[in-house]
Structure formats: C-alpha cells, structure tokens
Nanobody, 120 residues
Framework: QVHLVESGGGLVQPGGSLALSCAAS????????MGWYRQAPGKQREFVAD???????NYADSVKERFTISRDNAMNTVNLQMSSLKVDDTAVYYC??????????????WGQGTQVTVSS
C-alpha cells in the first residue's frame, strides 16, 4: 500500500504564492508519475501538472508560467510552487502517484487533498 501525505495548502491573496508538497511512502519499487490535480466547487477534477520518469514536466495551459513542479526522486516527494495566484486557482489540490510495488504490481494512488483558497 502507498501512503501519500500532502501539505502546504492555505489562504492567500490574489497575486500571492503558495507551495504544496506531497510525500509518498510504502512498499514502493519505482515511481513513474508524480503530479497534482485540482477540483473546484461544482467542477470536475482537472489536471494541473506532473513529472514523468523523474524528468519531463507537463502543465495545464491555465497554470503554465505560474506554477513550477519539481520532484525529489530520492525522497519520493513532489512539490508544486504556485505564484501569481488567481481566484480561479481556488480548489482542493490532490497529489497523484503512479508506480510499481516491490512485487512489481502497478499502483495508482491519490492523496486526501489540500485546500487552496485565493481570496482578498
């Protein structure tokens, strides 16, 4: 079983910055994808950003140039640095991890979510 611990959500004013972090632990042999999704009230969950194979990064168009994702491969953590935040960025942010257990079975795991509120 994989356990994800998210941290860093909170309240910030428009134009401000906030950083999210997610740490994965458990019987993990390898991680292929670490990333973030978000879900605003009344909307579907949407992709924000991810890191694949520990190297390549992908971003939703709505957050490009404002958010930066990074991964610490040794610690199995992924960070999301968010800047120039907008009211529309308000959502619950979920960490997402895809990898393989020590048994070589594939897993896909979601965090509990952390609230990000952008408001004046």
């Amino acid at each position: 079983q994989v356990h994800l611990v998210e941290s860093g959500g909170g309240l910030v004013q428009p134009g401000g910055s906030l950083a999210l972090s997610c740490a994965a632990s458990g019987s993990i042999a390898s991680i292929n994808v670490m990333g973030w999704y978000r879900q605003a009230p009344g909307k579907q969950r949407e992709f924000v950003a991810d890191v694949r194979s520990g190297i390549s990064t992908n971003y939703a168009d709505s957050v490009k140039e404002r958010f930066t994702i990074s991964r610490d491969n040794a610690m199995n953590t992924v960070n999301l640095q968010m800047s120039s935040l907008k009211v529309d960025d308000t959502a619950v942010y979920y960490c997402y991890v895809v990898g393989h257990y020590l048994s070589m079975q594939r897993f896909e795991s979601w965090g509990q979510g952390t609230q990000v509120t952008v408001s004046s």
